[in-house]
Nanobody, 129 residues
Framework: QAQLVESGGDLVQPGGSLRLSCAAS????????IGWFRQAPGKEREGVSC????????YYADSVKGRFTISRDNAKNTVYLQMNSLKAEDTAVYYC??????????????????????WGQGTQVTVSS
């Protein structure tokens, strides 16, 4: 069964760092765009970042630009989100997702959730002192 599994969420102090992982099982990530999204309590889900299958295209939300870095290791079938200089407003459940069509998406900006059909279960990131 094809699925995405996020990990790496934790409680961290403001200014700290975390690296989230999105591991695929049951299929190979090589050909697929991966997007990261987040949803804070009481807020709508928002696109954070995306990466194309070859990593030639990456995009970030303005709120995380310069602090977050998306990358992928196709040999490990995993996409990462390195998050530095974390702020309280980064607190959210973080999800990875894929549109499920080869190299579809992540063309010209942050990921839009209705273009993504397959989702992980999410991982909680809490930034608090």
């Amino acid at each position: 069964q094809a699925q995405l599994v996020e990990s790496g969420g934790d409680l961290v102090q403001p200014g700290g760092s975390l690296r989230l992982s999105c591991a695929a099982s049951g299929f190979t990530l090589d050909y697929y765009v991966i997007g990261w999204f987040r949803q804070a309590p009481g807020k709508e889900r928002e696109g954070v970042s995306c990466i194309s299958s070859s990593a030639s295209r990456t995009y970030y939300a303005d709120s995380v630009k310069g602090r977050f870095t998306i990358s992928r290791d196709n040999a490990k079938n995993t996409v990462y989100l390195q998050m530095n200089s974390l702020k309280a407003e980064d607190t959210a459940v973080y999800y990875c997702a894929t549109p499920g069509r080869p190299d579809y998406g992540c063309y010209d900006g942050v990921p839009i959730d209705y273009e993504y059909d397959y989702w992980g279960q999410g991982t909680q990131v809490t930034v608090s002192s």
